[in-house]
């Protein structure tokens, strides 16, 4: 079984900084992409950053130049550094990955549980 535990949310000030992590535990083989989602109550998760195996990152538009994603493969763990928050970014933090736990599976999605993040003065 592979479990995804996110960690790092909170409440922070506008302009303020949080550094998310989500580390995954269980049988992996191999970890290929590393995403962090965000969902706010009635509206579609949305994909904020992700990471690929080549360290080749993207990020939403709204936060480029702000959130940087980076992985530690050794760990199995996924970062999201977030800088110059504001009130628009509160929302559940989701962390995805999508690995292999063997050979003789294919590739699979997982979802962490999720972290809250509130921006607020």
């Known amino acids: 079984q592979v479990q995804l535990v996110e960690s790092g949310g909170g409440l922070v000030q506008p302009g303020g900084s949080l550094r998310l992590s989500c580390a995954a535990s269980?049988?992996?083989?191999?970890?290929?992409?590393m995403a962090w989602y965000r969902q706010v109550p009635g509206a579609q998760r949305e994909l904020v950053a992700g990471?690929?195996?080549?360290?080749?990152?993207n990020y939403a538009d709204s936060v480029k130049g702000r959130f940087t994603i980076s992985r530690d493969n050794a760990k199995n763990t996924v970062y999201l550094q977030m800088n110059t928050l504001t009130p628009e970014d509160t929302a559940v933090y989701l962390c995805?990955?999508?690995?292999?736990?063997?050979?003789?599976?294919?590739?699979?999605?997982?979802w962490g549980q999720g972290t809250q993040v509130t921006v607020s003065s």
């Open positions: 995805n990955f999508r690995l292999q736990r063997a050979l003789s599976t294919g590739i699979q999605g997982y």
């Open positions: 269980g049988s992996i083989l191999s970890v290929y992409f």
């Open positions: 990471i690929t195996g080549g360290d080749v990152a």
